[in-house]
């Protein structure tokens, strides 16, 4: 089975300031698809930002972008101009392509601080 | 609005019950899952389901059981032979087939305790 680890179980930041969490995974696959979830202290999950791995090119959707290193299996995620709206367990997960079952790292917790 | 809806928000059950939380999807999507999250041990596969009145295990699935009558529904009982089922539950969904639009869309979690 693929595993993904988060090795920060808590992280902190300044408003305003830049802040990056870190994935790194296990795989034998090509092909794959890399995400990160934030679940809000109301439990809710919401996806933040997916990364195709056949994909050179880092997403980005507004103040959050990835850092994906295929060879080092490595996909951070980078969160600029923190609001306080951004505290939240953030988890990396991972799904084979093709495959429907995902695994996830077992989160980081991200306190901003204003 | 489309979604997935869990009920109840919060459960509770004296030990030796048996409980079924209840979990539908108007999204139209194949795939549905169920999932236990513990703090510090992120989300655990417990059940999933790829087409009607089929599911396969997941990492933890002793001491529950699922069906999957309907496309929508895609409830879960814990049963008395689950040794430690205080927990958070999420249910989620997603299409079949889709690549990186295989994410997961959850729902918003039942919260079980056993007195």
């Known amino acids: 089975a693929q595993t993904v680890t988060q090795s920060q179980p808590e992280m902190s930041v300044q408003e305003a300031e830049t802040v990056t969490l870190s994935c790194t995974y296990d795989t034998s696959e090509s092909d794959y698809y890399l995400f990160w979830y934030k679940q809000p202290p109301s439990r809710q999950m919401i996806l933040v930002i997916r990364q195709e791995a056949y994909k050179q090119q880092n997403a980005t959707e507004n103040r959050f972008s990835v850092n994906f290193q295929k060879a080092a299996k490595s996909f951070s995620l980078k969160i600029s101009d923190s609001q306080l709206g951004d505290a939240a367990m953030y988890f990396c997960a991972y799904l084979r392509s093709p495959g429907n079952q995902f695994y996830f790292g077992t989160g980081t917790s991200l306190t901003v601080i204003p | 609005d489309g979604g997935i809806t869990q009920s109840p928000k919060y459960l509770f059950r004296k030990e030796g019950q048996n409980v079924t939380l209840s979990c539908e999807q108007n999204l139209n999507h194949d795939a549905m899952y169920w999932y236990r999250q513990d703090p510090g041990q992120g989300l655990r596969l417990i059940y999933y389901?790829?087409?009607?009145?089929?599911?396969q295990k997941g990492d933890i699935a002793e001491g529950y059981s699922v069906s999957r009558e309907k496309k929508e529904s895609f409830p879960l009982t814990v049963t008395s032979a689950q040794k430690n089922p205080t927990a958070f539950y999420l249910c989620?969904?997603?299409?079949?087939?889709?690549?990186?639009?295989?994410?997961?869309?959850f729902g918003p979690g039942t919260r079980l305790t056993v007195l």
């Open positions: 989620a969904s997603s299409v079949l087939g889709g690549g990186s639009y295989n994410e997961q869309f």
């Open positions: 389901s790829q087409i009607v009145n089929d599911f």
